[in-house]
């Protein structure tokens, strides 16, 4: 019999509609946890829930909007329980030099992005505090959370601010709460692919992102999502962490 090591736990992951979140939401799925799916397009949902080999739940919000994000938590305490392990992988990009940057763009990265993330977070970890459960919270960063790069500066902005946000949320929540972050380099998922279209040649995106890259390939959002698994696991013993794996974009 496969072992289950996440059995009995309840896990909310934002961004399941595709790349990150839906590898994660597939993971956590095969080590035995239920997981609630939340992402902005129903369809979409659907598509991962058949995915999963456990029970799901299928819960269509936006991260930005606050109230939605409470009433999901609420779907998800009904049915199962106080969720006890969160991954807040909705985000977007919108690469814009700056004299594109507008206001309105600047504010929906924002807001997606590390708004999103601590209404999440907020949620998650207030329930978990005043039901007494012990938990887990995975927040996705980026390397450009520490790295600078030209016509992201709304997105490098919004990422290093969810780094802030989880080192704080871990002081705050301990010990009865976890809180890390994964920060990837690139990742082949829908997201950079439409970056690449969008710079006219996807090809030479493409190849200039590898030669960047020290380890000259992109990583798979299933690699990702067993960085999840590492974190979420019982006898980790990290909080206020961030955990890079980008290829070595960040430390060579």
């Known amino acids: 019999m496969t072992a289950q090591p996440l059995a009995n736990r309840v896990a909310v992951v934002t961004g399941a509609s595709s790349g990150i979140g839906a590898a994660a939401a597939r993971a956590l799925s095969a080590a035995g946890a239920r997981v609630a799916?939340?992402?902005?397009?129903?369809?979409?949902?659907?598509?991962?829930?058949?995915?999963?080999?456990?029970?799901?739940?299928?819960?269509?919000?936006?991260?930005?909007?606050?109230?939605?994000?409470?009433?999901?938590?609420?779907?998800?305490?009904?049915?199962?329980?106080?969720?006890?392990?969160?991954?807040?992988?909705?985000?977007?990009?919108?690469?814009?030099?700056?004299?594109?940057?507008?206001?309105?763009?600047?504010?929906?990265?924002?807001?997606?992005?590390?708004?999103?993330?601590?209404?999440?977070?907020?949620?998650?970890?207030?329930?978990?505090?005043?039901?007494?459960?012990?938990?887990?919270?995975?927040?996705?960063?980026?390397?450009l959370a520490v790295i600078g790069m030209p016509a992201y500066i709304a997105y490098c902005a919004s990422k290093a601010g969810v780094l802030g946000l989880t080192r704080a949320l871990a002081a705050e929540l301990a010990p009865g709460v976890r809180v890390n972050a994964i920060c990837p380099g690139p990742?082949?998922?829908?997201?950079?692919?439409?970056?690449?279209?969008?710079?006219?040649?996807?090809?030479?995106?493409?190849?200039?992102?590898?030669?960047?890259?020290?380890?000259?390939?992109?990583?798979?959002?299933?690699?990702?999502?067993?960085?999840v698994l590492y974190l979420v696991a019982p006898t980790t013993y990290a909080t206020g962490t961030a955990l890079h794996l980008d290829g070595g974009t960040t430390g060579v």
């Open 187 to 227: 990742v082949e998922t829908p997201m950079l692919a439409a970056e690449f279209e969008a710079e006219g040649d996807a090809r030479a995106a493409y190849d200039a992102t590898i030669a960047r890259v020290p380890l000259k390939r992109l990583a798979s959002a299933d690699e990702v999502a067993v960085a």
């Open 37 to 143: 799916l939340l992402a902005r397009t129903p369809a979409a949902l659907a598509g991962t829930a058949t995915t999963l080999p456990g029970e799901s739940l299928q819960l269509p919000a936006d991260v930005a909007d606050e109230t939605r994000v409470a009433a999901a938590f609420d779907r998800v305490e009904a049915a199962w329980g106080v969720p006890d392990l969160v991954v807040t992988s909705a985000g977007v990009s919108q690469p814009a030099h700056l004299a594109e940057l507008t206001p309105e763009r600047w504010r929906h990265t924002l807001d997606v992005n590390l708004s999103g993330t601590f209404h999440v977070a907020r949620e998650a970890g207030l329930r978990m505090r005043r039901a007494g459960v012990t938990g887990d919270i995975v927040t996705v960063g980026s390397e």
